[in-house]
């Protein structure tokens, strides 16, 4: 029944479909980042799935310049934090050794600390080949991105797709864009190929006002968004010049993913309902 919009946000079910996605983009000139669909696996075989999936990933995706987007859960992380060590680590590996760059989202803030412990493991292990995903609407997130940009790991911002708690979250969406643009300057300015990831015009236009008023040059960082979300933005950032890479899903296990984007704007749960009765 979700098909009508599961097919705008997922690229479909197989890896095939991915790369057909990602060639497709890159005749663009956007960049790609697959995410195998999946997360908070409940046994070890499953994880060592997810891994396999990414490793077939990243071995056919690498020569389009994409990357890969992965969640520690999907690796294991619920299960064991060792076996999902070691289950990014084969990831990385194979990423530095082909050049590309395993991304790790970022998941609710039960995770947070756990997450970054990882990437801060793997960049230092391999000298490179993560980015750590860092959300605006945390409270720590200032002093995250502070660490991560002292060790020179890169960063994904955005603001965070999780409902949270006041205690670790701003509450208002005001306070959330407010620090968003106080973290895109703080990461443009400090960051390592730091990447401004939202839909957002008003966060987009800051962000390019700043690199244009200190003259940062457009291969110093680059632009993310979601497959099937706001295509004429999408349009303008590449007519402009700049970089962007969008993060395309794919896989069986969509629900949880699917549920985040229609809680993210309710235009699309009204254009699921019309669908229905189609
Ligand atoms: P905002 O929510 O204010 O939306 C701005 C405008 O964008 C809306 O008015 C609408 O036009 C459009 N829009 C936004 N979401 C839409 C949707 N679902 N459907 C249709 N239109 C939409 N979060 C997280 O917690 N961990 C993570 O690892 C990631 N990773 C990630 C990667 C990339 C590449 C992106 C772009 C986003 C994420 N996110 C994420 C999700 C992020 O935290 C956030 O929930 C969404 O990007 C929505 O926030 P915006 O910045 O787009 O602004």
Request: hydrophobic share 45%; glycine share 4%; charged share 25%.
């Amino acid at each position: 029944m979700a098909r009508p919009l599961t097919t705008r946000f997922i690229a479909g079910l197989t890896l095939a479909d991915a790369v057909r996605v990602a060639s497709e983009l890159k005749r663009s000139e956007m960049l790609a980042s697959l995410d195998y669909l999946g997360e908070n696996v409940t046994t070890l075989e499953e994880a060592a799935a997810a891994r396999e999936a990414y490793l077939a990933a990243i071995r056919t995706v690498y020569p389009l310049h994409a990357s890969v987007s992965m969640k520690v859960t999907a690796l294991g992380l619920d299960i064991s934090e060792e076996a999902c060590r070691a289950n990014t680590d084969a990831l990385v590996r194979l990423a530095c050794d082909t050049g590309t760059r395993v991304e790790l989202d970022m998941e609710d803030s039960t995770y947070t600390d756990r997450n970054l412990k990882i990437v801060h493991e793997m960049h230092e292990k391999h000298g490179g080949g993560v980015r750590a995903v860092i959300q605006a609407y945390l409270y720590r997130s200032e002093q995250d991105i502070i660490d991560l940009c002292e060790h020179g790991i890169p960063v994904r911002l955005c603001k965070g797709a999780y409902k949270e708690a006041p205690s670790v979250a701003f509450p208002k969406k005001a306070d959330v864009d407010a620090n968003f643009l106080k973290l895109t300057d703080l990461l443009l300015e400090r960051g390592s190929y730091p990447a401004i990831a939202t839909h957002d015009d008003a966060m987009l236009n800051h962000a390019l006002a700043f690199v244009r008023e200190r003259h940062i040059r457009a291969d110093r960082f680059e632009f993310q968004m979601l497959y099937g979300v706001r295509r004429d933005l999408q349009q303008r950032v590449i007519k402009e010049g700049y970089r962007l890479r969008l993060y395309v899903p794919y896989g069986a296990a969509w629900y949880p993913y699917f549920m985040r984007r229609l809680a993210e704007r309710p235009a699309n749960v009204l254009f699921l309902a019309k669908s229905l009765f189609k």
